[in-house]
């Protein structure tokens, strides 16, 4: 039994220490072997049974934590390709994929019917949200209600829509 708890305690220290960081630095490279140490942790969890492992003998959320990944990869690609990149000449900056829509800054756009403060929310919980496609729940501080967006990404962006006919692009 001495053997099995020491697999299972050097199997979660390396899915732990795997998951320490990757939450310190996202890398798609990195996050591949989570799902392996996952398996591996949850088979030793449950070779040993309920005497070690407890009532729990698996190890769940990591495909929340892959999505999360996959999602802070992609923003920094966005942001680092939006430093890196020059507006074409004469243009003055990258044009708004919003018809009818305004630039709020910092390559954040709001569609004819959204706001600026409620376009600055959207991008923010999307930042939050695990995956490169989300449904997020966004505060508007202009009407005081909360509206439902669903964002995806769009060419080199993120684009979202939904609420009150609102759109956002960043």
Same mark, same amino acid.
């Given at each position: 039994?001495s053997?099995a708890?020491?697999?299972?305690?050097? =199997?979660?220290?390396?899915y732990?220490?795997?998951?320490?960081?990757? #939450?310190? =630095?996202?890398?798609?490279? !990195?996050?591949?072997?989570?799902s $392996?140490?996952?398996? *591996?942790?949850?088979?030793a #969890?449950?070779?040993?049974?309920?005497?070690?492992?407890? +009532?729990?003998? +698996?190890? $769940?959320n $990591?495909?929340?934590?892959? &999505?999360?990944v996959? &999602?802070?990869v992609?923003? =920094?690609?966005?942001?680092?390709? &939006?430093?890196t990149t020059?507006?074409?000449?004469?243009?003055?900056?990258?044009?708004n994929? #919003?018809?009818?829509? &305004?630039?709020?800054? @910092? @390559?954040? /756009?709001?569609?004819?019917?959204? $706001?600026c403060? %409620?376009?600055?929310n959207?991008?923010?919980? /999307? *930042?939050?949200?695990p995956?490169? +496609?989300? +449904?997020?729940?966004? /505060?508007?501080?202009?009407?005081?209600?909360? /509206?439902?967006? !669903?964002?995806?990404p769009?060419?080199t962006?993120?684009?979202?829509? @939904?609420?009150? *006919?609102?759109s956002?692009? %960043?």
């Amino acid at each position: 039994m001495s053997s099995a708890a020491h697999e299972v305690l050097d =199997r979660e220290t390396a899915y732990l220490t795997s998951v320490g960081g990757v #939450l310190a =630095r996202p890398s798609a490279a !990195d996050a591949s072997q989570l799902s $392996t140490l996952a398996s *591996n942790l949850t088979s030793a #969890l449950s070779a040993t049974g309920p005497a070690i492992a407890g +009532t729990s003998q +698996t190890v $769940t959320n $990591t495909d929340v934590l892959m &999505r999360w990944v996959a &999602r802070a990869v992609h923003a =920094r690609h966005v942001r680092h390709h &939006r430093t890196t990149t020059t507006p074409p000449s004469g243009g003055g900056g990258p044009a708004n994929p #919003l018809q009818n829509g &305004r630039s709020c800054g @910092g @390559g954040l /756009y709001a569609g004819p019917n959204t $706001t600026c403060p %409620f376009a600055q929310n959207v991008r923010d919980a /999307y *930042n939050e949200a695990p995956g490169a +496609t989300a +449904t997020v729940e966004v /505060y508007s501080p202009v009407t005081g209600q909360t /509206y439902t967006m !669903d964002c995806a990404p769009s060419g080199t962006g993120v684009t979202c829509s @939904g609420g009150n *006919n609102a759109s956002v692009s %960043f």
